[in-house]
């Protein structure tokens, strides 16, 4: 199973970027499916969380300005990020809990992750 994400890059403040993560291989389910972000020297934190049934969770500090959606039919997820600042700067990776086909059990399975950056 392979998660690989796309849509980082340099934005000026008050912008937006659209991130986008896609699993592939022998995939039976996928249930949540997140965002998490690191900086450096701090420890990765979760930005938003949405369920196999669409329920969504944020970050107090994403609320209102991320908005996390995913295809089911596509096995993707997306994180839609409007008004940034400075302080969203990071490395963005996407989560999938995955169970595979002919493999027992869930996994958690993690992006490559992608950069951010939000500066004038």
């Known amino acids: 199973v392979q998660l690989v994400e796309s849509g980082g890059g340099l934005v000026q403040p008050g912008g937006s970027l659209r991130l986008s993560c896609a699993a592939s291989?022998?995939?039976?389910?996928?249930?949540?499916m997140g965002w998490y972000r690191q900086t450096p020297g701090k420890q990765r934190e979760l930005v938003a969380i949405?369920?196999?049934?669409?329920?969504?969770n944020y970050v107090d500090s994403v609320k209102g300005r991320f908005t996390i959606s995913r295809d089911n039919g596509k096995n993707s997820v997306y994180l839609q990020m409007n008004s940034l600042k400075p302080e969203d700067t990071a490395v963005y990776y996407c989560?999938?809990?995955?169970?595979?086909?002919?493999?027992?059990?869930?996994?958690?399975?993690w992006g490559q992750g992608t950069q951010v950056t939000v500066s004038s």
């Open positions: 949405v369920t196999d049934s669409g329920n969504t």
């Open positions: 989560k999938a809990y995955i169970r595979q086909t002919m493999i027992p059990g869930w996994y958690d399975y």
């Open positions: 291989g022998s995939i039976f389910s996928i249930s949540d």
